[in-house]
Structure formats: C-alpha cells, structure tokens
C-alpha cells in the first residue's frame, strides 16, 4: 500500500461546478502537507500548503484531518483552466516529500 | 534566475547503458530531490540530499546513484538502464527541507529499449 493515495479519477465535471479530492496518508507522525497541480507533461507547482486550522485560497479551499489522516481540496465555481492533475504531497518526519498518485480533473463546457 | 535547469530534456538508451541525469539550481536552496513519474504513478522519490555531502533514499531508489558535492548540482546517475526505468524524470529543490514549497525542474523523458 502507498504511503499517500489518492482517487485518480478522472473526475469530469462541468464548468460552475464544485468537486472536492480526497488524499489519505499513513504515517501519523507526517507533519506537512500539501497540494500541487500539474498540467499536462509538464513540472507540477504548488497550489497550496494546507495548514492544520484548514486554508482558503479564491475557489481553493484545503483541510486537514488528523484523526482520520487524510487531506482535502475543494475547487468551487471550476473553471476550464482547472482542467489538470491534482497531487497531494505529505512530509515527513525522516525528510521525505511523498506525493499520491494525483487525480485528473477535466472541466468541460 | 534559471531556477531549477536540467539536462538531456529527451533521451533514448539500450538497456545496460549508463548515463547521468543532470540537475542544477542557482536559488541556494539546500534541499533537492529527484522524483520519477510513470502513468497512474505519481511522483515517487528516488534520492534526495538536504544539503551538500548528504544524501539519503527515497521510495524507489533501487538502479540509481547520486552525489551532492555542491549546494547547486544534484546529477542522477543511472548505473545500467533497464526498460522498467523508462520515465520521466523531476529533479526538485526547496529553500529547507520538504517543508518548504518544491521548485521542479522541467524533467527528463527517458526511454530504454
């Protein structure tokens, strides 16, 4: 089992609509998590860091369970430029950065 | 500032061949990593360094050498190319540690026949 898993989709979902990712970690002891997106073939940018009191970026919003040990984005309004690939990213404690699998959003008209 | 630079963008090897991956980064950041990316994968981790004479195992790090002699240069080193490495290589760097936003060179498509 991966250390950081996510749904990959491909959530195909009208422009206006709102869709939410879930990510899951197993190591309890990860301590910085975030989220990335990718466009095709190209190198992913950080999108955003989710922090343990949940974060809002415009139509972004992030949170964090730590009980349940999973990560959420949620994308309100989507746009036909959010089509791309979503990768939750978790830290931890030895130093690694390990990334899920990423999840495909494709926003159609 | 180039940011994080890597070199060949496109290559093409027969299996048993050895080459090195080349990353380079001018921001001074002290942690640099390097991720392969194959299909319903993601990203995962083969080597990363959190700063010059250090470097540790990620992931995947089986096939695959590397060496942090300067803050700048993280190279990956394939030591005999298999088929199953054909993938696209990332190299990454970030101010300190991975807790720290990752800045991702624009990789390297690697194929072994």
């Known amino acids: 089992r991966k250390e950081v898993e996510q749904d990959p989709g491909p959530f195909n979902v009208p422009e206006g609509a709102t869709v939410a990712f879930n990510c899951t970690y197993s190591?309890?002891?990860?301590?910085?998590f975030f989220w990335y997106r990718q466009d095709c073939r190209k190198e992913p940018k950080l999108l955003m860091s989710?922090?343990?009191s949940g974060n809002e970026d415009g139509r972004f919003t992030a949170q964090l369970n730590r009980a349940s040990q999973y990560i959420s984005l949620l994308i309100r309004d989507s746009k036909l430029s959010d089509s791309a690939t979503y990768l939750c990213?978790?830290?931890?404690?030895?130093?690694?950065?390990?990334f899920g699998q990423g999840t495909e959003l494709s926003v159609k008209p | 500032n180039a940011g994080v630079t890597q070199t060949p963008k496109f290559q093409v090897l027969k299996t048993g061949q050895s080459m090195t991956l080349q990353c380079a980064q001018d921001?001074?950041?002290?942690?640099m990593s390097w991720y392969r990316q194959d299909p319903g994968m993601g990203l995962r981790l083969i080597h990363y360094?959190?700063?010059?004479?250090?470097?540790d195992q990620g992931e995947v790090p089986n096939g695959y050498n590397v060496s942090r002699s300067t803050t700048e240069d993280f190279p990956l080193r394939l030591l005999s190319a298999a088929p199953s490495q054909t993938s696209v290589y990332f190299c990454?760097?970030?101010?300190?540690?991975?807790?720290?936003?990752?800045?991702f060179g624009p990789g390297t498509r690697l194929t072994v026949l």
């Open positions: 990454a760097s970030s101010y300190r540690t991975g807790r720290s936003e990752q800045f």
């Open positions: 190591n309890s002891a990860s301590q910085s």
């Open positions: 989710v922090y343990s």
């Open positions: 990213a978790v830290y931890n404690q030895g130093g690694k950065l390990i």
């Open positions: 921001m001074n950041h002290e942690y």
């Open positions: 360094s959190v700063g010059a004479g250090i470097t």
